[in-house]
């Protein structure tokens, strides 16, 4: 009688590289920690922004590593990879403008060519929008990473209800041919992600806060509930 091996799960090292800034992608990190922490996934969460601090104003735990140095300084981020040691999934939220040092890292450090041997994908979450200069990032990340690294598209509906500029592109034709998942962020109601912001809350922990009204709760578990769902159709990308 053989016995079938189920393959050992894969450890995340999840980044988002984009320069480009006010694109949500902390508040689009936010979301991924609320899913995995729901997940009980054994989860380490880093900070670039240390200008902002944006993302570890919502999540407090999230460990700052200051990315605004020397090129030859950059090995700071070993403590984003050897954190992989101890937890299943590593979230890092990238500053505006950042991407660039993150991308300089991985290729000093051949970080895509260690990934069999270190045991773990990385996987890039880049961030859509009828934006041009976005959406142009992309294409250059693609060039130069392909399948170097695992893929993983979210749809910001934050500003318009569609998203034609990325659809009608060679970008997403790309991506497409690659099999890459595609997610979507529906836009939440202004006044409840406002108080949230005030209150340094995520959307998680808003459905339950006595700091916001009744209503946004409301608004929160909504919004809660529709996320979880985009997330469990990239179940294979985002979890170990």
Not at 16 to 31: M, V
Not at 43 to 51: Q, S, V
Not at 119 to 133: G, I, S, W, Y
Not at 136 to 146: C, E, G, N, R
Request: charged content about 30%; overall charge negative; glycine content about 4%.
């Amino acid at each position: 009688m053989t016995i079938e091996l189920k393959p050992q799960p894969k450890k995340k090292l999840i980044v988002f590289p984009q320069d480009k800034g006010g694109i949500g992608k902390s508040f689009i990190a936010t979301l991924l920690y609320d899913y995995l922490t729901e997940q009980s996934i054994k989860l380490k969460t880093f900070d670039l922004d240390h200008a902002n601090s944006t993302f570890q104003r919502f999540v407090p735990e999230a460990e700052f590593l200051d990315t605004d140095v020397d090129a030859n300084k950059l090995a700071v981020l070993d403590t984003m990879v050897n954190a992989l040691e101890t937890v299943d999934v590593v979230l890092v939220d990238n500053r505006a403008s950042g991407g660039t040092k993150v991308l300089r890292y991985i290729e000093d450090s051949r970080l895509t060519q260690l990934q069999k041997e270190l045991d773990f994908e990385l996987l890039f979450v880049v961030v859509v929008l009828e934006d041009k200069d976005a959406i142009s990032q992309i294409a250059d990340l693609l060039d130069a990473y392909h399948d170097r690294v695992r893929w993983l598209v979210v749809r910001n509906y934050r500003d318009t209800a569609t998203i034609t500029m990325y659809d009608g592109s060679k970008t997403r034709e790309r991506l497409q041919t690659m099999k890459t998942l595609e997610i979507e962020v529906p836009c939440l109601t202004e006044v409840t992600r406002n108080k949230l912001q005030l209150s340094n809350l995520t959307v998680s922990k808003g459905r339950t806060s006595p700091k916001v009204h009744l209503l946004d709760r409301s608004r929160c578990q909504t919004f809660h509930d529709g996320m979880a769902a985009q997330f469990d159709k990239a179940k294979g990308e985002i979890l170990p």
